[in-house]
């Protein structure tokens, strides 16, 4: 037999069991008994909380109160929820930041809302728009810095 008949020997085997049934023993399983799931779901049981001599009214069972008990148990659930504290503030930027940003924004904008309205553009006005969005980007670029924050502490981190 040659490698390529054996191997597609092997081919026709996994066609035909590919619909079957995988029968395992229990010893054949990769991991421990304790980790199978259970032929049915598990049921969540409700306690009645423990009678402190108090009486109930007549005809009053305390089958009626399992809805304040699992009202009760809801609000157990909820103990490990998660809840992010509250974002720290946007930090202030200062007035040379803002035009920076405003003409980064403004000069395209400015050249979108000519050219769907169908204004004439003046060359004057174009250029303006222009420039105003390459100054706000250098400015914006030029503040960004090199260096590490001034609240850096003694520590610089690692330095190669």
């Known amino acids: ?52 001599g108090r009486v109930l009214p007549d005809g009053d069972e305390p089958g009626d109160h399992a809805e304040v008990a699992a009202e009760r148990e809801g609000a157990e659930d909820d103990e490990g929820h998660y809840v992010p504290p509250p974002p720290p503030p946007l930090p202030k930027t200062d007035a040379t930041t803002k035009i920076a940003w405003l003409a980064l924004f403004g000069g395209p904008a400015y050249l979108l809302v000519t050219a769907a309205a169908g204004w004439q553009l003046e060359g004057w006005a174009l250029f303006t728009a222009v420039a105003a969005f390459i100054g706000g980007f250098v400015a914006l670029v030029v503040r960004m810095g090199d260096g590490p924050p001034n609240d850096s502490g003694w520590d610089d981190g690692a330095v190669v």
């Open 1 to 52: 037999m040659t490698p390529q008949s054996d191997e597609d020997e092997v081919w026709r085997q996994i066609v035909a069991s590919f619909n079957d049934t995988a029968e395992r023993e229990p010893g054949d399983q990769p991991w421990p008994d304790s980790e199978n799931l259970p032929a049915e779901p598990s049921r969540r049981v409700v306690r009645q909380p423990e009678e402190s």
